[in-house]
């Protein structure tokens, strides 16, 4: 080690005086030891792991030896021989905190969520200053279902660390994804504010004001990003999604093909390509984009293909109602209904055509169905039908609960509400209600904005 801080170690140096004292010395586990952390150090896991565990073999219960001859293996992939050394460290050392750490690492990268936890707890009180646990163990939290805990131990991360860009863009991307859209705006902007050179932070940026329905902001968030990593197809399917709520339909559209040139297959572009020709009443287009999206995700799990193929179902039912067939639209939405009679968001997408046909008994009868009156989805369509049966207040007091919930709510409903009403029917409603009602006026009209430019 240096005498003084600053000053250069020549590790080369120092393992052949290791090696020099070991012959000497052959068994003495300290040098053994004190050989493998150079060799650690120089980055040659193979030749570290075999000094600890000659270290090893002269002093079995030299605890610090077995543990860095587990970060060895770590290193070159041994992951279960890493992991039983850890798990004989612990045996041997309980509060052990660093092999605690790992163990948890090990469990968290297989997805055994609570044992990861208990390990990890296990570390963070044992040695509260250190971050690289508070950030693993964030990771566990979120892949354990836990995201209250997962934001604040993220939080407890950057306390320690201001400068971490990973948390930095972890914490981004959970806060966007649980609805904080004004506190992702607001570490994504720090985060850029601080040197990111990631398209990361200005992805989660975008994102969160296209959930605003902030559109110019969202869009130069997102080229920023397709500017550092152009090859994002991700950012840019988002970026025609963007677009296409901003009316420019054919940037869009632009955009989705530029996903088609890096990645064929891209389900979501053929997916939004076919959103776009349905509203250019190009419905031989539009069905053959989506069979397309379906077939690009033909190989995978059944739980991946499902939500694409109910998808599909629902914009079969969009296009029959754009051209007036009622019924067909029905019977399609109802073959995901019956196939998954416990999922509401089925019998709601049957009890917006009624709405849209006009058959209101019919659509009341398809929300019983539905069942869950506090589902989002079954809320939003509750209000619908109380808007067509002229019931204004009641429907917008329901609509405004759905917002309060969600502020990102009439972006994920634009298709159904397009279905079911004109920008001129909401006019009726905002009108109808009494203008000190700035609650339920408020929501029509956030509502109303995506049927005006802003889907």
Known sequence: MPDRPGEKIDLDRLIEQYTKAIRRQPRNGDLHHDLGLAYMEKGDAKKAAGAF??????????VNARHFLAVAQAEMGEMEAAQQQWERVIAEEPEHAMALYFLGWIYTARGEWERAIE????SQEL????????????????????TGEAIETWKKALEMNPRDLKARHNLGAVLY???FYDQAIRLGKQTIEIGSESAIPRVNVALAYLAQ???DEAERYMREALEIEPADVDARVNLGEILARNGDLEGAREAWYEVLEQSPDNPDAHFNLGQAARFMKDYDGALQHWEQALESVSEMPDEMVTPYR???RANRALVFVDQGMYDEAVRECLISAEDNPSEPMNWNRVAGVCIA????DRARQYLERAGDRGHLGTLFMRGALLLAEGDLSGGADLWRQVLEAESA???AVAAQLEMMFTGEDLDRVIDGLDEEDEERVGAMREFRSFLDGGR
Do not use: C
């Open 357 to 360: 046909a006009g058959w209101l």
């Open 409 to 411: 709510a009439p972006a």
């Open 127 to 146: 040695n509260p200053e250190q971050p690289l646990v508070y950030q693993v163990l964030a990771e566990a939290y979120m892949g354990g279902g836990k």
């Open 213 to 215: 329905n902030k559109l």
């Open 310 to 312: 109910e998808q599909l």
């Open 53 to 62: 565990s000659e270290a090893l073999k002269i002093q079995p219960d030299m």
């Open 177 to 179: 994804d649980s609805g």
């Open 119 to 122: 390990h990890l707890q296990r």
